[in-house]
Nanobody
Framework: VQLVESGGGLVQAGGSLRLSCAAS????????LAWFRQAPGKERELVTS???????TEIDSVKGRFLTSRDTAKSTVYLQMNDLKPEDTAVYYC?????????????????WGQGTQVTVSS
């Protein structure tokens, strides 16, 4: 199993980025996926989660700004991040669970990506 993230980078506050995670898990539709992030000196936190049917949940600090989606044909999950803030700066990790139901914490994760750096300048 491989989860490969891409799309991170440096952006100014108020800007946008789209992260992608290509997942070599089969069948893709039987797995739930999530995005976590970890800022320097802080614990890794769940940002968004998406189940097999596309239902999503997000933490309060990103609601209305971040949108998660999945493309079953491409076995890829996306994180569209808008109106980025300096406090969004972190390494973002894609995660997958051997279950169609949403991930609600790191303990539920079976597979991790390598992470991609997102830096938001003020």
């Amino acid at each position: 199993v491989q989860l490969v993230e891409s799309g991170g980078g440096l952006v100014q506050a108020g800007g946008s980025l789209r992260l992608s995670c290509a997942a070599s898990i089969h069948p893709f539709s039987a797995h739930s996926l999530a995005w976590f992030r970890q800022a320097p000196g802080k614990e890794r936190e769940l940002v968004t989660s998406i189940d097999w049917g596309g239902a999503t949940t997000e933490i309060d600090s990103v609601k209305g700004r971040f949108l998660t989606s999945r493309d079953t044909a491409k076995s890829t999950v996306y994180l569209q991040m808008n109106d980025l803030k300096p406090e969004d700066t972190a390494v973002y990790y894609c995660a997958a669970r051997n279950s169609p139901f949403q991930i609600s914490g790191a303990i539920m994760v079976d597979y991790w990506g390598q992470g991609t750096q997102v830096t938001v300048s003020s």
